[in-house]
């Protein structure tokens, strides 16, 4: 029930866009997204309903493509502050618990 | 407002040992309680999960375990710690998961040596 997440890592200068992708093999009723600092506790991004909604936070947004059981992060014009392992996490539905993927790591550089 | 508490933060504990980790939630109640741990290229790995008191979701089988003996305290456990226990464990904790964000502890670096 592991989300997969592509790519696995990305390198990145100051300004730059990235795309993180998370699919899964079944229905999928919400998708998490976290961001985790090396030696730090995931903190919360967004969550993203079904209905295929689309959400933004600052210069970070995502979008939830129900009928494909896929979920992408969207970076744009990064700041260093962005680098770290993002994670995409998904629920099946209700009684069913939050799994993650594998993280995507980001390098943002100078 | 909700807080989550999680200890010890590191612990380096010999092959064969006992371990014992404890996660405390306050300001909710009847929260989803959950155990991740994290090893190197495996991303977050969902260990347990509780919708309630006594009520223990394992996902993963292996020489761990959990209980819930409070609404808002989750404990992880083993008898017998082997080197691949090694790694960084996280609590967290959500309301209604479906629609809602879970809550990182600061997790626990357990060493086995």
């Known amino acids: 029930q592991q989300p997969v997440q592509s790519p696995q890592a990305v390198i990145l200068r100051e300004g730059e866009d990235a795309v993180i992708n998370c699919s899964s093999s079944?229905?999928?009723?919400?998708v998490h997204w976290y961001r985790q600092k090396h030696g730090e506790a995931p903190v919360f991004l967004m969550i993203?309903?079904?209905?295929?909604e689309q959400k933004g936070h600052e210069k970070i947004s995502a979008s939830f493509n129900e009928k494909k059981q896929q979920s992408s992060l969207y970076l744009t014009a990064s700041q260093l502050s962005y680098s770290g392992t993002y994670f995409c996490?998904?629920?099946?539905?209700?009684?069913?618990?939050?799994?993650f993927g594998k993280g995507t790591s980001l390098l943002v550089t100078p | 407002s909700q807080t989550i508490h999680q200890w010890p933060a590191t612990l380096v504990q010999p092959v064969g040992s006992p371990l014992s980790l404890e996660c405390t939630v306050e300001?909710?109640?009847?929260?989803?309680l959950y155990w991740y741990r994290q090893a190197a290229g495996r991303g977050l790995q969902l260990l347990f999960y509780?919708?309630?008191?006594?009520?223990i979701s394992s996902e993963v089988p292996q020489n761990l375990s959990a209980s819930r003996p409070q609404d808002r305290q989750f404990i992880l456990s083993s008898k017998k710690l082997l080197l691949s226990d090694s790694g960084f464990y996280l609590c967290?904790?959500?309301?209604?998961?479906?629609?809602?964000?879970?809550?990182f502890g600061q997790g626990t670096r357990l060493t086995v040596v």
């Open positions: 967290a904790w959500s309301g209604v998961v479906t629609s809602t964000e879970a809550f």
């Open positions: 079944k229905a999928l009723y919400s």
């Open positions: 993203l309903l079904k209905g295929g």
């Open positions: 996490g998904t629920v099946l539905g209700s009684g069913y618990a939050l799994n």
């Open positions: 300001g909710t109640s009847n929260p989803n």
């Open positions: 509780s919708v309630g008191i006594g009520q």
